[in-house]
């Protein structure tokens, strides 16, 4: 799987990296443009992805009849249900494939924020992975070792288990002067093993000069927000992250709730599962780079209005009245052809 982000990611981590140039080297601007422009990418499978959904609605009552008939006899039923299939034009697995490219495409997008260092600043991997993996390990015997030392690196540093996720970290560390504060917590040996490789991604990190910052300074998207009980002493400008995250969401999640609400009256509410998923962001988003938070805001937002002006054009009942529009014009084309043919008969005769 990783093999196949890098593939998908080296030239969209090219796009990220110039679109950051064209907007003055900000971080933050290039993700809402990279996401905007994915999202508008992504139309055409979002549509064929609403066309085989409605295709599936508009066959389910001969589906129904066809389960009827055939009882508990899979094999007919499957035989059956194939040739309804074929018969009406419809992929039996047409709503699949959008569906996992999109999430193969998120997913890789979703890489491609939490690496920065990687597919933009283009920072030599070797080097990179001997600071990351290195830090990770010196945690993990943390620990196992020591519990309350782990608990302050995890607190002082941000640092999250797994190396390939602490990019955003790396930037932290080095423009934020923590290097002395990662030797402490190494200790001189293991320092020292990644010290010239950390260096040169301070260095490279500082000719590529990406800004990370979000529209003030004090909110830094390399930082990882903690949150914490006593809100008005410890509350900080990262903590806007995670809550615009969980907005953006629930933002999307009432719209869309609202226009199924209006293509179906019927449909069940799923209010429970809306209120879910954006508390869910917010959890996690206290525990992430403040640019990943920032990534799901966009996504939220852009996607949820690009689906509800999918679900305007496309939605089930537009399409359907389509279909039905389409059906009926070849009945009375073929009903027309009919006529004339009974109508030259007649004539013939008659002459």
């Given at each position: 799987?990783?093999?196949?982000?890098?593939?998908?990611?080296?030239?969209?981590?090219?796009?990220?990296e110039?679109?950051?140039?064209?907007?003055?080297?900000?971080?933050a601007?290039?993700?809402?443009?990279?996401?905007?422009?994915?999202?508008?990418?992504?139309?055409?499978?979002?549509?064929?992805?609403?066309?085989?959904?409605?295709?599936?609605?508009r066959?389910?009552?001969?589906?129904?009849?066809?389960?009827?008939?055939?009882?508990?006899d899979?094999?007919?039923y499957s035989?059956?249900?194939?040739?309804?299939y074929?018969?009406?034009?419809?992929?039996?697995?047409?709503?699949?494939?959008?569906?996992?490219?999109?999430?193969?495409?998120?997913?890789s997008?979703y890489?491609?924020?939490?690496?920065?260092?990687?597919?933009?600043?283009?920072?030599?991997?070797?080097?990179?992975?001997?600071?990351t993996?290195?830090?990770?390990t010196?945690?993990s015997?943390?620990?196992?070792?020591?519990?309350?030392?782990?608990?302050?690196?995890?607190?002082?540093l941000?640092?999250?288990?797994?190396?390939?996720?602490?990019?955003?970290?790396?930037?932290n560390?080095?423009?934020?002067d923590?290097?002395?504060?990662?030797e402490?917590?190494?200790?001189?040996?293991?320092?020292n093993?990644?010290?010239?490789?950390?260096?040169?991604?301070?260095?490279?990190d500082?000719e590529?000069?990406?800004?990370?910052?979000?529209?003030i300074?004090?909110i830094?998207?390399?930082?990882?927000?903690?949150?914490s009980?006593?809100?008005?002493r410890?509350?900080?400008?990262?903590?806007t992250?995670?809550v615009?995250?969980?907005?953006?969401?629930?933002?999307?999640?009432?719209?869309?709730?609202?226009?199924?609400?209006k293509?179906?009256?019927?449909?069940p509410s799923?209010?429970?599962?809306?209120?879910?998923?954006p508390?869910?962001?917010?959890?996690?988003?206290?525990?992430m780079?403040?640019?990943v938070?920032?990534?799901?805001?966009?996504?939220?937002?852009?996607?949820?209005?690009?689906?509800?002006?999918?679900q305007?054009?496309?939605?089930?009942?537009?399409?359907l009245?389509?279909?039905?529009?389409?059906?009926?014009?070849?009945?009375?084309?073929?009903?027309?052809?009919?006529?004339?043919?009974?109508?030259?008969?007649?004539?013939?005769?008659a002459?």
């Amino acid at each position: 799987m990783q093999a196949l982000f890098n593939i998908i990611n080296v030239p969209l981590g090219w796009v990220l990296e110039n679109l950051a140039n064209i907007f003055g080297g900000s971080f933050a601007a290039a993700v809402f443009v990279f996401t905007l422009l994915i999202n508008v990418v992504l139309i055409p499978l979002n549509i064929k992805s609403q066309k085989s959904s409605v295709q599936q609605t508009r066959i389910k009552p001969k589906l129904d009849e066809i389960k009827k008939e055939c009882g508990d006899d899979r094999q007919k039923y499957s035989q059956e249900t194939q040739k309804l299939y074929q018969e009406e034009g419809v992929s039996m697995g047409g709503g699949c494939l959008p569906l996992i490219l999109r999430m193969v495409l998120m997913l890789s997008i979703y890489w491609l924020i939490l690496s920065p260092l990687t597919y933009m600043t283009g920072v030599d991997k070797a080097k990179l992975e001997n600071v990351t993996d290195t830090i990770s390990t010196s945690m993990s015997d943390m620990r196992k070792n020591d519990k309350d030392k782990y608990e302050n690196f995890k607190k002082e540093l941000s640092w999250r288990d797994g190396g390939s996720y602490n990019e955003l970290n790396v930037v932290n560390i080095i423009r934020n002067d923590k290097e002395e504060l990662l030797e402490k917590y190494l200790g001189k040996k293991k320092f020292n093993k990644i010290e010239k490789d950390l260096a040169y991604v301070a260095k490279k990190d500082t000719e590529v000069g990406i800004d990370y910052s979000f529209i003030i300074k004090e909110i830094n998207l390399t930082e990882t927000p903690k949150f914490s009980m006593n809100i008005f002493r410890d509350a900080k400008w990262i903590w806007t992250m995670p809550v615009l995250a969980f907005l953006s969401q629930m933002l999307s999640s009432v719209l869309s709730m609202k226009m199924q609400k209006k293509i179906n009256p019927d449909a069940p509410s799923m209010a429970g599962m809306m209120l879910m998923m954006p508390l869910m962001t917010l959890f996690i988003g206290f525990g992430m780079p403040g640019g990943v938070a920032f990534y799901w805001a966009c996504s939220s937002l852009i996607g949820g209005f690009i689906q509800l002006g999918v679900q305007y054009f496309y939605g089930p009942h537009k399409m359907l009245a389509r279909e039905r529009a389409k059906e009926l014009s070849a009945r009375c084309k073929f009903e027309e052809g009919q006529i004339k043919k009974i109508s030259a008969k007649t004539q013939s005769e008659a002459e």
